[in-house]
Nanobody, 127 residues
Framework: QVQLVESGGGWVQAGGSLALSCAAS????????MAWFRRAPGKEREFVAV????????VYGDSVKGRFTISRDNAKNLVYLQMNSLKPEDTAIYFC????????????????????WGQGTQVTVSS
């Protein structure tokens, strides 16, 4: 059974940095396109970043471009999200997601395209 578990969330001052990790079990992470989404209170789920199976391609949401970096270590079944220059509006629950069926030449930004989801980890950025 596929499971994704996020870790690394917490509180950070605006302008600071935080690194999130997502550990996969029950399947080989390298088989899936991996993505991060977030949901802030009162807002819909928002795309953050996605990375291809072999890390050759990445896509970022407009609100995080230049500040966040997605990466993966397939040997360790881990995907990461390095978040720099954090802003209060980055406060949200962050979810990792996996899509083992994704077309090899597409990186989906629509959460409905993803099959497996983690439980989420809270990130709070103070002013």
């Amino acid at each position: 059974q596929v499971q994704l578990v996020e870790s690394g969330g917490g509180w950070v001052q605006a302008g600071g940095s935080l690194a999130l990790s997502c550990a996969a079990s029950g399947h080989t992470l390298s088989n899936s396109v991996m993505a991060w989404f977030r949901r802030a209170p009162g807002k819909e789920r928002e795309f953050v970043a996605v990375i291809s199976r072999s890390s050759y391609y990445t896509v970022y949401g407009d609100s995080v471009k230049g500040r966040f970096t997605i990466s993966r270590d397939n040997a360790k079944n881990l995907v990461y999200l390095q978040m720099n220059s954090l802003k209060p509006e980055d406060t949200a629950i962050y979810f990792c997601a996996a899509d083992p069926t994704a077309h090899s030449m597409t990186l989906a930004t629509n959460p409905n395209e993803y099959i497996y989801w983690g439980q989420g980890t809270q990130v709070t950025v103070s002013s």
